[in-house]
Structures are given as C-alpha cells and as structure tokens.
C-alpha cells in the first residue's frame, strides 16, 4: 500500500552535523558452547554508527537470563568484568539512537518483559506506525510498561499473545504491529529474529564457527569472525538454538521496500544491503551526481564521512582530483552536543577543521549525503570561504529531502526540512554556495541497481509503503507520559540483570 504523506509541518531530525540520523543496531549470537556475549560485544562495536546513546547486551545460560545495559558507547557501558558476567551460548545486543522515546536508562536495551516461556530479553531497531494505540490497549488489559519505547510494545505484545509457543506468539505479535522492525530476540533458551514484511529496516544472517549470527549489516560479521550468509526474507521468522537454525514465513511478503537511506547515509562503507555494496553505491551516486550536475571547478572535497564516497565517484567522472579538505575530529562524542544555540553552533567548526592549503584560491566542488535544514551546510560553506575558497559548488548525493520518515528516522522537531518548501535556488542562496545540485531520483535508483518498486524512497517523494499515523500520534515523544512522568515499575521477571539501569528487577 502507497499512501501520500503529511508535508512539512511534520518532524525530522538532525544529528550535531545537521544531518538525518536513524535508531539502532542490533545483534544475535547462538553458539554450540563457550560464552557469546564477547562476540555480541565485538558485533556492537562494528555497529556503533547507528547509534550512541545507549548499549546493552543480554545473554542466557541454562535457563537464566543476564542483561547489563547503560546510557553511552558501548566502550563506555561495558568492560572485561561486566561482559564475564553475561554468561551463556546465546546473547542479543543493541545500540540505540533514540526515535521514539527520550534518551534515557529505562529506554535503554535489550528490554526485559516476563512471558509465560520465562524471561524474555527484546532489541529493536525500527518504528511502529500504531504504537500508542497498541501500548494503550495493552494497558488496559493489565500490561504495565517500564519504558516509553515502541520496542516495549512489540515485547509485551509476544509476552502477552494468546499462544503456546513462542513462535505462535511472534505471529500473533506481526499480525498486530505496524510500520518498520527489524528484531532480535531471547527467550526460552532461543534466539529469534524477524523482519516487517517490507523489509524496511536491514537484518542479515551470518555463520561463525561454532554457532550463528543476526545483525543489523555485514559489516558485524567481519568483526565477529562469521561470514555472511543471506538476508533475512521480509516477514520472516528467524530461530538459532546452538548450531541448528529454523526459518519460517510468519508474515505474507510485501513488495520490498529497502530505506535507500541506508545506502545514502546510515550503513557503514563496508556493508552489503541486499547484495548492493554501500560504499560502490555510494561511489555510483557521486558518478552520476557529475553526469548530471558538472561544476567548472579545480578540486573536489568531500564531507566526512558519508560523503567520501560520493565525492570520490564524483571525481572519477569529472576528471576533478579528489582531495582532503576537510578533516573530521573523531573524538568529539555527542556528549559535546548541548541544549544552546550558540554551543551547537560551535559544534560545526569543532568537529570539521579546514585545510586553508588545499581550499586556498581554488574553486571548490563540496560532496555531501543531504541537506536537511540547510544550517550547517551554510557554515560549512562560509568556512571554506574563510579559508579562501574562491568559488564553493555544493553537490548532493540524495534528492532532496521532503517529507518525515516513520519507520526509524527521528521525527523530533518539526518544521525543518528546508526542501519542503523551498526551490533549489532559494536553498543556494540560504547555504551561500555559487551552486547547488542534488542528485536525481532517477540517478539514485540507477546508482543503487535495484527496482525503484523494492526501494523505500517516501521521504523523497511522500509515496510510503504503509499507512502513515496522524501527527499525534507519531514523533520521538509518542509515548511519553504527561508532564515527564515515568512509567511504573513491573514484576520481575524471572531472570537477573546487571547494571543501573534495570536494579529494579532485584529489589
């Protein structure tokens, strides 16, 4: 189903760059023996880019089930003590950036619901179009909720599900959910993974040595020392119990509709997506970016990282050399991020320094993934005139952004999406550059070699492949309670966690 969507009045949000910024990754381990939470670890490691609020890890071992989770990188949440104490042949793993619901410890996971098959530990990345009406028919039958993630609601929906085994229940959950999801989950000494039915959001299937792994890309598996086996089918049902797997269709497959995001912006360079690599997509968007945008310029200079790529394709079909000048600052964290204008300004210069030697009386090309509100974008440019540039061409790999995403992009501030009510010409003269080109939709499908038909491209051209909520209904504070208030606390499952963030399952 294509549904047109709301325009621009409706949310985007931007990282500390000004750019788009999408929820979480996710990991699934099951071995034959021997621990699998310091393989969870490695993989969170290889997927920290998708997010960096929060990570966590729960593993089981006989039954019981550990978790420690907490609030920044995963270097930050977990040492060699903590991980020794997530024992067991099965563990799950998550890295968060938060899309619906407030960064904070409760919201932190892998979550932890009981069930009726005993603990059940649950990591999503993605967004449910229909959770606040799902969370408030869930509480009314007596479901009480300890986060204000949509995550929580797919957990008590399987928990909750009026079947008799685990498989029933995920089933009955699917059938009820709507919008993105990509899960991994464990319980009942099992590890599941499951898909939408549009396959939205990116989950792969690897084999290690001794075991299986899910991740959210391939580039985990490199880290874990698995190989890449397939992708995981849109709603399909994933098992792994120590070396044995089971796959099962849970969902009627829906028209495919991979977020062309990923490919753009979100996945690392050295991932495949539905046999397309990232980085030599990436590279075609910057080929045909020149083919269809050309710049009478002297060099071409990317925005790291995302827009290295692009910006080498770019020179390949231009002719132009391709040089560093600008240099990203990797050990500036989000941490620095702070609620005042005048600090996030700073951000810009802070984390991107120019090289006055390279930009010096040189016409410049600048490649970038996308230009959301157009802010930072404009500093950039103003920077590489301070530091001489004598013209400043911004090309963009990705068709301009129009309309809010729903299924894992965060929707948190409204109003921003410069493209939404602006013309080409008008964003050029906002940003300062001589001049502007965006790549075509037609030159993205062309880049990525894939059917326009199996791509997610609404927040392109407002055509969604589900329904879409009403605007109250959507956004990173969907299911916050009035005024700030938390959720009560629920019974303890059965089950223990290590960490601040989940002590009261032993009070």
């Avoid at 120019?354 to 930072?376: A, K, Y």
Wanted: with cysteine.
């Amino acid at each position: 189903m294509r549904r047109r969507g709301p325009g621009a009045a409706h949310d985007v949000l931007r990282d500390e760059r000004g750019g788009l910024r999408e929820e979480c990754g996710v990991i699934g381990v099951s071995l034959d023996s021997g621990p699998a939470a310091p393989l969870a670890h490695l993989g969170l490691f290889a997927l920290q880019h998708r997010g960096q609020e929060s990570a966590g890890i729960a593993s089981s071992a006989g039954g019981r089930v550990s978790v420690h989770k907490g609030m920044g990188l995963v270097a930050q949440v977990f040492d060699a003590e903590r991980i020794a104490a997530l024992p067991g042949p099965l563990a799950i793993g998550h890295v968060r950036y938060s899309t619906m619901g407030s960064a904070r410890i409760e919201n932190a996971q892998p979550l932890l619901v009981p069930s009726r098959w005993g603990a059940l530990a649950l990591a999503h990345n993605g967004n449910l179009i229909n959770a606040p009406l799902l969370r408030a028919e869930l509480e009314a039958g007596g479901a009480v909720f300890t986060s204000t993630s949509d995550s929580e609601v797919i957990a008590q929906l399987i928990a909750r599900a009026p079947a008799s085994s685990v498989e029933e229940a995920v089933a009955y959950a699917l059938g009820r959910i709507a919008g993105a999801f990509t899960v991994t989950m464990l319980v009942g000494g099992r590890i599941f993974g499951f898909r939408d039915a549009h396959a939205i959001r990116p989950l792969v299937l690897g084999k290690a040595p001794r075991g299986w792994i899910l991740a959210s890309e391939t580039c985990a598996f490199d880290h874990m020392g698995a190989a890449f086996v397939r992708d995981v089918s849109p709603g399909e049902l994933v098992t792994l119990a120590g070396t044995a797997l089971d796959a099962r269709q849970v969902l009627p497959a829906a028209r495919p509709a991979y977020c062309v995001f990923e490919y753009i912006y979100f996945a690392r360079p050295d991932t495949t997506l539905a046999g397309r690599n990232v980085h030599l997509a990436r590279r075609r968007m910057g080929q045909i970016l020149a083919r269809e945008h050309p710049a009478n310029a002297d060099v071409v200079l990317a925005v790291p990282d995302s827009g290295t790529s692009a910006a080498m394709g770019f020179s390949d079909a231009s002719g132009l050399p391709f040089e560093v000048g600008l240099v990203k600052n990797r050990y500036v964290g989000r941490t620095f991020i702070q609620p005042d204008q005048a600090t996030r300004d700073m951000g810009v210069r802070i984390k991107l320094n120019p090289l006055r030697e390279v930009i010096d009386g040189r016409r410049v090309v600048l490649v970038d993934d996308s230009i959301v509100r157009g802010t930072t974008s404009g500093k950039i440019v103003r920077m590489l005139r301070a530091s001489g540039a004598a013209e400043v061409h911004v090309r963009i790999s990705s068709p301009p952004i129009r309309f809010p995403c729903f299924y894992g992009i965060d929707t948190s501030s409204r109003g921003e999406l410069v493209a939404a009510t602006a013309r080409v010409e008008e964003i050029r003269r906002r940003i300062g550059a001589d001049s502007l080109g965006y790549l075509s939709e037609g030159g993205l499908v062309e880049a990525l070699q894939l059917a326009r038909s199996h791509l997610c491209m609404a927040c392109l051209d407002g055509e969604y492949p589900t329904a879409v909520p009403e605007e109250a209904l959507a956004g990173r504070h969907a299911l916050e309670a009035p005024g700030g208030r938390r959720p009560a606390r629920a019974p303890d499952p059965v089950g223990a966690v290590t960490g601040v963030d989940a002590r009261w399952l032993n009070d």
